[in-house]
C-alpha cells in the first residue's frame, strides 16, 4: 500500500539551529510531492512542492526540500530556526495519475529561544 | 477574504445529533474534499467530489455523507454523531493540471481554516 512515513512525531531545536525533518514515501515510481505547514488553529498552507525537474525545491520562509528517487526521500530543511516555524509540517504524496493525496502524520516543530 | 471557508469554526454536540458542516470556497476549483485530522494520524480523506455530479467515499466515509450544491459548495453531515467522530475537520479544493500538463491532478490543494469537532 502506498504510504508516507514521517520520522518523529515531534522535533526540538534552538532558534538559529538547523531544521531538518524527514520523509520518505513507498512507491517505486516517482510521485508528485508535497510539504504543508499547520500553524496553531488554521488550516494547512503549501510550503513547497516537487513535480519534475530539479530536485531540490525551495519553499517559502526559507525552507526547502530535495528529492532523493533512490532514498524514497523528500526530507524538509531550512539552515537557520525561526521562532514562528514552530508549528506542525505534513509530508504529502500523489502518485503520477492518481487523484488522491496521502499525508504523513506530521511532526511537531518546536523552536527553543 | 479567504478562499475556502468553514462554518461553524467550533461545535460541540451530543451524541445522536445530526450534525452538518459547510464548505465554501471562491477559487473557482472544480475539486472538493473534506478530510479529519486526529493526533498522530495526519489527514484522512472522508469524501471528494470532481464536480457537482460526481461524489466519491473516501477512506472513512462511513457514517458521514457529504452533498454539493454547487460548484462552490460541499457540505459535510454526521448523521448520528458519536464520540468517536469528535475531531478536526479540514474542507480542501484543488485543480487540475491545464491542458499539455501531466496527467492527473498534480497541483496542491487548498485548504480551509478547519471545524473543530466535539461529540459529548
Known amino acids: 500500500a502506498q504510504s508516507v512515513t514521517q520520522l518523529g512525531s515531534h522535533v526540538s531545536v534552538s532558534e538559529g539551529a538547523l531544521v531538518l525533518l524527514r520523509c520518505n514515501y513507498s512507491?517505486?515510481?516517482?510521485?508528485?510531492l508535497f510539504w504543508y505547514v499547520q500553524y496553531p488553529n488554521q488550516g494547512l498552507q503549501l510550503l513547497l512542492k516537487?513535480?519534475?525537474?530539479?530536485?531540490l525545491v525551495k519553499g517559502i520562509n526559507g525552507f526547502e526540500a530535495e528529492f532523493k528517487k533512490s532514498e524514497t526521500s523528500f526530507h524538509l530543511t531550512k539552515p537557520s530556526a525561526h521562532m514562528s516555524d514552530a508549528a506542525e509540517y505534513f509530508c504529502a504524496v500523489r502518485y503520477t495519475g492518481g487523484f488522491k493525496t496521502i499525508f504523513g502524520a506530521g511532526t511537531r516543530l518546536f523552536v527553543k529561544a | 477574504d479567504a478562499d475556502v471557508t468553514q462554518t461553524p469554526r467550533n461545535r460541540i454536540t451530543k451524541t445522536g445529533k445530526r450534525i452538518m458542516l459547510e464548505c465554501s470556497q471562491t477559487k473557482g476549483h472544480d475539486r472538493m474534499y473534506w478530510y479529519r485530522q486526529d493526533p498522530g494520524l495526519g489527514l484522512r480523506l472522508i469524501y471528494y467530489s470532481f464536480d457537482v455530479k460526481d461524489i466519491n467515499k473516501g477512506e472513512i466515509s462511513d457514517g458521514y455523507s457529504v452533498s454539493r450544491q454547487a460548484q462552490a459548495k460541499f457540505s459535510l453531515s454526521l448523521e448520528s454523531a458519536i464520540p468517536n467522530q469528535t475531531a478536526l475537520y479540514f474542507c480542501?479544493?484543488?485543480?487540475?493540471?491545464?491542458?499539455?500538463?501531466?496527467?492527473?491532478?498534480?497541483?496542491?490543494?487548498?485548504f480551509g481554516p478547519g471545524t473543530r469537532l466535539t461529540v459529548l
Open positions: 512507491s517505486s515510481v516517482p510521485p508528485y
Open positions: 516537487y513535480t519534475t525537474g530539479a530536485t
Open positions: 480542501a479544493t484543488s485543480t487540475v493540471a491545464p491542458a499539455g500538463g501531466f496527467s492527473g491532478d498534480y497541483n496542491e490543494q487548498f
